[in-house]
C-alpha cells in the first residue's frame, strides 16, 4: 500500500456538501426558491446587473427541452461537434433528427467555420457547438454563418465553466451581438468546476423562447429528495478519497477484493445510466438541488481556477510538442482562454504511460472523460488538408488524463514530470530507430 496521487478531485467544499446534506434531511437552510420557478435571475460583476437562466438537472436535460420546444420536422439535421458525450448524440436521434458531425481541431479544440459551413444544407436547423477539456472558442465566424443561414446556435458549455465571471457580458446585445451562441448551456455536474453535482444553467438570448422552456420543465417531475441524499452520501464518500493516502488505501482495497477501481470511480461519477435516457432527462430539479445550483452559480471560484491553470501550465509546457489537445489556446481565466478542467495528453503507448505513473504514485487514467467520436465520412477532397491536425478516433483513443492536483508539492510535480518526459523521450528514440530502418533496410 503506498500513497497514490488522485486523478483529480471534487471541486466542492465539505460546508456545501454537509449544507446540502442538512437541507435534504431537514429543510434547515431556507429555500431560495420556494414557490419561485426554475428560471433565475444572477446578479453579475458589481451585482448592478444580474442574468436570467434557467436551472436543469442537466446539460442533457436542457439540450432535450430545446429539441422539444423547437418540434423539428422529422429528418432536420443539427450539426454537432464530432466529439461529446455520446448521450448528446443520442437525443436528437431520439426525436427524430439527423446529426451531421464536424471535426475539431487537435491543436485548437475547436470547429473549422469553413467545415460548419460546408455542412449546411437546407435541412440544417441548429448548429451545436461543445468546448473540450476547459477551453472555449470564439464563435464570431460561425455565428455570423449561422444569422445568414437562420440556424440557431447552441453552445455546449459543459466543460467551460471558470467562475461567476463567465457570465459577465453572456448575453450583451451590443456590438458582440453575433460572437455569441443564441443558447449557452453550463454544467455543474459530479466532476466538473464548482461541481453542484448536478444541475445545469441555461442562457438564451431569446427571453420568450427560455420561458417556454421553463414552462415546459415546469411540467415535469420533479427529482426525489431521496435519489438527491444517496448522491450526496456518494459524493462524500468520494470526497474523503482527495488525499493520496486515502486514495491509495481505497485503491489497495480494491485490488485486494479483486475489482478494477478504475471502473468503480467511472460508474460512480456518472450522470444518467441504463435505457430509457429521455424519461430520466424529463425531471425538474429540486430545492436542495437549485440551492446548491444558486450557491456555485454566485460564488467567483477564481482562485481555484488560477491555481490549476498554473499547475496545468507547469506541466504541460514541459512535454513535448504536438502531445497536448488544445496546445494552441492561452490557458488563463479569458473568454476564449483554456482552464484545463482536465489535463490530457496523446500517448501512442498511453497504456505504458498509465502503468509507470501509477507506479511511482500518480493516478493516471483513459477514463478521465465520457468522451466519444461521432462517426463521420469525409468526402475527398473535403478538407483533406486538415484531417492530419484533427481530434480523430484514434487520437481521442490513445489519450491519457494526467493527475489534475494543484495541491502538489513541487517536489513531486517535478518527479511527475521527469517520468513523463522519460516516457515521450523513449517513444521518440523508438520513432528515429524506425525511421533508420525505413532509411537503411539492408
Known sequence: MKRLYPRGTLDISWRHLFEALSDCLFGSHQDKTAGAADLREIPIGNAHSSVQGLITISVRSAFDLYLTELNLPQGSEVVM???????????PEAHGLKVIPVPLSFETL???????ERS?????????????FGSRSCLTEICCIARR???????????????ALTLTGALDVDDAQDAKADVQMFSFGPIKTATALG???????????????SSIQTGYPEVAILRTLRRILRFIALKALSSPLAFGVFVWLTSLFGADYDELLFRATRGFQ???????LRHRPNRVQRNLVLRRLEEPHTDAIEARCNYAAEVLNMLPNGVVPGSEIQIGLGPHDHVHWVLPCESREPGSLIQRLRSAGFDATQRGSSLVHFPMVVPEPVCSENQSRWLTPERLANLVYLPMFPEMGQEQRTRMIDIIRSHFGEQSDVDDNVSLQKNNPC
Not at 81 to 91: C, E, G, L, W
Not at 110 to 116: E, I, P, Y
Not at 120 to 132: D, G, K, N, S
Open 199 to 213: 444541475g445545469a444553467f441555461v442562457l438564451d438570448k431569446d427571453h420568450q423562447r427560455l420561458l417556454r422552456i
Open 120 to 132: 449546411i444544407t437546407e435541412q440544417t436547423r441548429l448548429i451545436v457547438v461543445a468546448p473540450l
Open 81 to 91: 461537434s464530432a466529439v461529446s458525450i455520446s448521450d448528446m448524440f443520442r437525443i
Open 110 to 116: 475547436s470547429l473549422s467555420a469553413q467545415d460548419v
Open 149 to 163: 443561414h437562420g440556424i440557431i446556435v447552441i453552445e455546449d458549455c459543459a466543460q467551460a465553466w471558470r467562475g
Open 274 to 280: 441504463g435505457s430509457d435516457l429521455l424519461e430520466k
